[in-house]
């Protein structure tokens, strides 16, 4: 788990500021993803990478982007942030054999 | 669209008695099967997993069924304890990054 990590791991941001997401990771796994989490809505994937450079828009992508220049980090980056973005967001890795995601430890994530 | 259904949304059960949550998906493309747990204010860990060519997997007390013609999984927790109390998601799975996660069930182990 120590593997994958996620900062801020809380942020207040006002509505129209800009703000990003920290994720990186020590596996060298080529898939990445992030998901937010809302009550009664589970997680969602807002975005994933396949490797460097490969991004594409997962089920919630608006309103966010991302990028990949180096394997163990992917963030990502509210452009204008709205109250409907606040949520707790998880990013997660995937290794190249086997199914299995592993989750860092979210950032909460409230716009005001 | 692809979905995921998962009942009950809220689940109480005596310590030691048996819990069961079941998960119906929509793609019939869908391959694996994780089960995660989360605890208040952790991230999700994976609990179990299974894969579709196999109908039943099991480690210690807890166990995953798959039926495949009906499209329903179920996560099933033997011999309780205060400490399985959590929420538990479940996702059905296909390619190389479509996880549809269900929208959990909150688990409650009364002592």
């Known amino acids: 788990d120590a593997g994958i990590t996620q900062s801020p791991r809380y942020k207040i941001t006002e509505t129209g500021r800009q703000v990003t997401l920290m994720c990186h990771q020590t596996w060298s796994h080529s898939y990445m993803f992030w998901y937010r989490q809302d009550l009664g809505h589970g997680l969602r994937l807002i975005y994933y990478?396949?490797?460097?450079?490969?991004?594409d828009k997962g089920e919630v992508p608006d309103g966010y982007v991302v990028s990949r220049s180096k394997t163990e980090n992917f963030p990502l980056t509210l452009e204008s942030a709205t109250r409907s973005q606040t949520s707790v967001y998880f990013c997660?890795?995937?290794?190249?054999?086997?199914?299995?995601?592993?989750f860092g430890p979210g950032t909460r994530l409230t716009v005001t | 669209g692809e979905n995921v259904e998962q009942h009950p949304s809220t689940l109480s059960v005596q310590e030691g008695d048996s819990a069961v949550i079941k998960c119906t998906y929509s793609d019939s493309a869908s391959n694996y099967f994780p089960w995660y747990k989360q605890e208040l204010g952790k991230r999700p860990q994976l609990i179990i997993d299974i894969r579709s060519n196999v109908g039943e997997k099991k480690d210690q007390r807890i166990a995953v069924t798959l039926n495949k013609t009906a499209k329903h999984f179920s996560l099933h927790i033997t011999e309780t304890q205060p400490e399985d109390s959590a929420v538990y998601f479940c996702?059905?799975?296909?390619?190389?990054?479509?996880?549809?996660f269900g929208t959990g069930t909150r688990l409650k182990v009364l002592a």
């Open positions: 990478s396949a490797a460097a450079d490969i991004t």
């Open positions: 997660a890795s995937r290794g190249d054999t086997g199914y299995e995601q592993y």
């Open positions: 996702a059905a799975s296909w390619g190389t990054y479509k996880y549809i």
